[in-house]
C-alpha cells in the first residue's frame, strides 16, 4: 500500500506546487508578530453522494472543497484565518490576518522544514469509493430497496443514500514538521417507513468507514442495513409507550458507546479542562467510576470510521486510556491543551475544514469488556429498561448532564427482554451514571460507522464501541406512569 | 451597495456565468446559488481575548435539470477553466439519475422581484464598518459584567461576537436573476457557577441581527448569561408527575421549529408527518395562531426570493387552532398537485427543500405571572436538550431543565428531567398564551402553558 503521508505531500506539490520553501515562507509570515507557533493545513476534500428513493435514482451530487486554514498560536489564545485560493498572495494575507494575535514585531527564524513520513496507514488508501464507476454504487442502492420491501409489506417507503469522501491534508508546522495523509471515508444510509392505516413509523440504519467498495462484503450488505431499517420501523408499529422514573437500564453492546462518548467522552477533551469548564478538571488520578469501568479513545483501529493516521495538527493518533478501572487516567489533548498541561499531545487534535480550528476531539471511544455475559446480566434485572439503537444524545459538559434518545428498546421483566418500547430517552448525569455500572459484559464490540459528533459547531466522525452494561438506575424519559 | 464577495468578486456574475456554461455543455434546465462573505469572530474569556478568526469565501452550487435527471455540484474554485470543467461535469453527472417528471425549474410568473430586497432590511453598513478593536470591547463588556453580576459567577466559557457579511445570488437558465447583501451579527455569553455538590451550573444567553442597534447591550446579555447560571444552584429532580409545563418565550420557539418541520411538502410526499390529512383540520387550542412570514424586515430568515427564485410570501400554519396547510418548493408542490409557497431553502451542495422562514407564534393577552398563578405544581422550562422528536407520529420526548412552580410561583431550580408528551396533544392542550412575546434567530414566541405532560424524575 502506498504512504499516505507521501501520497498526500506529492498530491500538494504536483496539483498546487506546494513545497517546504512555500510553507516556511508562509510560516515566517504567520509568526511575523511574535506568537509561540504557527501551522498551516492544507485541505482538497471531494465528497460524491447518490441519492435514492421512489426506487430510483432522486439525484447525484459532487462537491469539491480547498483550502488553507492557518494558526498562529500565543499562550491558550489563536489567530486563526483561512482561504479557498492556493494563490500566494490570498495565503500570504490569511498568514498576515492570523498573525495579528500578536501585536510585537520580530522576525521570524527561518524554519528548517523536513516532510516526516508515517509510514504506518491504519486504512487502505489505494480504493476510494471515488474511483467506482456510478453503476456499482447504484446497484448496491437497488439491493438495499428489493431487501426492505422484501422483509415486510408494513415497509411502504424506502430511502437511501450512498456517499462517499476523500480527503488529502498536508499540515505544516513552525517547528519543522511536514506531514499528510490521505483520508478515505464511506457512508451508506437507509431510511424506512412502515406504515399500519394512519401508524406510521420511520427506522434509520447506516454503516461505513474508512473504506472502498469492500465494506459491503467484508463488514455487511446493503441487505443487511436495510433490513435492520425495515425490522425497526416494523418492530415500532407494535412498540408500548415507555415507562417513565428511574430504572434500571442494560446497555446492549455496540452503539451504547455513544452514551460514553456523550455522559464522558466530551467532559475529558482538555480544552474543558484547561479552561476549569468540565466536571471533570482537576480530577486525574481520582475515582470518577465503577472500577469495572475502563474507557479508551483509540485513533488506530483497522478502516474504522473515527479512525485517523495523524491528527489535524500532524501528531500521529494513538491508544489512550482515560478510565483505568474507575480511575482517572488522561485527557484528551491538542497541541494547546497539552503545552499547558505540560504533557505530549495525545493525537486528539481534529477539526471538521480548513475552515475550523483545532479542538481536543475524540476518534473511537469505546468501554472494555468485563467477565459477565450478557445473559446473565439481562437475567438480574427484575424490572428494567434493555436499550439496544440510538438516534443520538445531548452534553452539558459543565455538569455532565445528558439525554439519549432511545431508538430501539425493550422492557426487562423478571429477567426477560418482554415488550418493545417507543418514544424513550435516558437522562442523567455521566459521572453518576458512571458510577453506578454495576456489571459489565465480555461482549465488547465496535458499532458500524455511522457516528458523526458535534462541537462547536464542527462536525468529525467518530467511532464507539461497548460491552453490554448494567447501570443499576438511569432516569427514564417515558408517557406512562 | 454593491456585491459583498471578498477579492470584489461579484456574486451574480458567477452565478450568471455558470449557467450560461452550463446552458453552453447541454443542460435543458439550471440554477446557480452564490454564497458570498467575510465571517469573523472574537471571543473574549477572563478578559483576555482567546480567539482572533476573520476569513473570506465564496461558494457556487449548481443544479442541472437534464430530461428530469438531477444533479447537483458545489465548488469554490471559481478560476474561469475550473469554472467552465465544473459545468461540463455537472451536466454528465446528470445521467446517473433517473428522470423524474416533476424537477424542473419555477413558473417565471412565480419568480420574485429582487429589487424589493432593500426594503427587507438585510443589510447593516455599520456591522461592515466595525473594527476589531470594537468587536473586542462589546466581547470584553459582555463577559466582564457576567463575571461582575453575581460573586457565586466563579468561570466564564467566555463571550463570543460574530459578525457576516455576506452575499446570496441565484441566477437560472429561465431568466431569473436576482442578488442581495445580508449581514449578521450575535453575541453570546457562557458564565459558570459552582455548586456545593462540586457540580457545575452553567448559564447561556445571546442575541444575534441583522443590524447593530438591534442587537442586546453587551452587559445585558453578560448579566442575563450570570442569573440564568445562578438561578440553577442547587437544581434536583422532582418526583416523576402529570403535570402542567410552562415554557419560557425561548424554549416555545423550539415547538414551532418541531412543527413546521413537519408542515413541510416533503415530509408530506414521504410520509412522514403525523399533520398528513389534517389540512382544514382543528389541531391547536383555539389560542394559537403560528404565521411563516419571510417579509418581516430585519429578520434572520427574511429573503425577497426563496432558493428557487419564486417571490416569497407570507404563509399561515395554524390560524386560530385550525392547521391552514403545508410549505411547499417547486418539486414537492408539482409532485402533490398543489402550488409552491415561495418556501424552497436551498444550501449549495443540496437540493431545494421546503423549509419555514420566520415564525411566528402570536402573543396572547396574559402576563407570564398569570400563566404561572394558578398553577399549584407544574414545571416552568428553560433548557431543553436532546433530539427526541419524532416527525411522523409527532411523539415528543426531551430533557429539560427549569423550575418547579408551587402555589403559582418559582419555588426551586431542576435539572435531570425529561418530559414527554405528543406535539398534536401539546398544541390542543395550550391553555394558555403570554403577551410576552420574544424574538430568537428566525422565530418568536411568547411564554405558553401546556396543560399536562408526563415529567419524569426521581
Redesign the interface.
Known sequence: MTDPALAALQFFRDRFAIDPALTSSLLSIALSRGGDFAELYFEHRT?SA?TW?DQ????????????LGIRVVRG?????????SFEFE?MRR?AE?AA??SAGERTAPPIDATPSLTGITYYDTDHPLVAEP?TAK?ALLERADRAARAFDPAV??L?ASIGDELKYILIARSDGKIVGDVQPLIRFNVSA?A?RG?N???ARQGGGGRMGIEYFERVTTPETLAREAARQAVLQLDAAD?P???LPVVLAAGDSGVLLHEAVGHGLEADFNR???S?YTGRIGQPVASPLVTVVDDGTIASSRGSINVDDEGNPSARNVLIENGILRAYLQDEISARHFGVSPSGSGRRQSF?D?VMPRMTNTFMLPGEDTPEDIIRSVDRGIYAVSY????V?I????????VTEAYLIENGRITTPL????L???GPDVLSKVTRVANDYRLSDGRWTCGKDGQSVPVGVGMPTVLVSGI??????? | MTGRAP?GVAALEIARRAVQLARRAGADQCDAIVLAGIESTVTV?LG???????????GLGLRVIQGGR????????LAPDALER?AR??VE??A???P?EHAGLPDPALFGRPADAAALQLYDERIEALS?DEKIRFARECEAAALAADPRIT?T?GATLSTRVGEVALANSLGFEGSYPATSISLVAEA?AD?TD?????GYWYSAERSLSRLAEPAEIGRIAARRAVDQLGAR?PE???VPVVFEPMMAVSLLGHLAACATGDALY???T?L??REGQPLASPLVTIIDDPLIPGRFATRPFDGEGVATRRNVLVRDGTFTGFLFDCYTARRLGRTTTGSAARG????PAPSSSNLVLEPGTLQPADILRDIRQGLYVTAL????F????G?Y???A?GFWIENGHLAWPV???????NLAQMLADIDAVGSDIAWFGAAAAPTIRIREM?????
Open positions: 465528497n447518490i428513493e430510483r435514482v432522486k439525484s447525484a451530487t459532487r462537491t469539491v472543497s480547498q483550502g491558550d489564545a489563536i489567530g486563526y484565518a483561512y482561504t479557498e490570498a490569511a490576518t495579528r494575535i456510478p447504484v411502504t417507503r430511502d417507513l406504515q394512519d406510521r413509523q420511520v415507555a417513565a422514573g428511574t479552561k476549569g469548564t466536571n475552515k480550528y438516534s443520538g444524545g445531548q452539558n459543565s455538569n455532565g448532564d445528558f439525554v439519549f434518545s417507543k418514544n424513550v430517552m437522562i442523567g448525569n432516569t427514564v424519559g417515558g408517557t406512562k406512569l | 477579492e474569556r483576555e481575548v482567546e480567539k482572533l478568526i476573520e476569513a473570506g469565501s465564496v438531477t444533479a447537483i455540484c458545489a465548488t469554490s474554485d465544473f461535469e455537472t453527472l446528470a446517473i439519475s433517473a423524474d476589531t468561570n466559557d459558570i455548586d462540586g457540580k457545575k451550573r452553567p429532580k416523576t408527575a402529570r414521504r410520509g412522514a403525523f398528513a390529512g449549495l451542495e443540496s437540493a436538550m436532546g433530539a427526541g419524532n416527525p411522523a407520529t411523539d420526548s426531551r430533557g431543565a435539572s435531570e428531567v425529561n418530559i414527554s408528551g408526563t415529567v419524569s424524575g426521581r
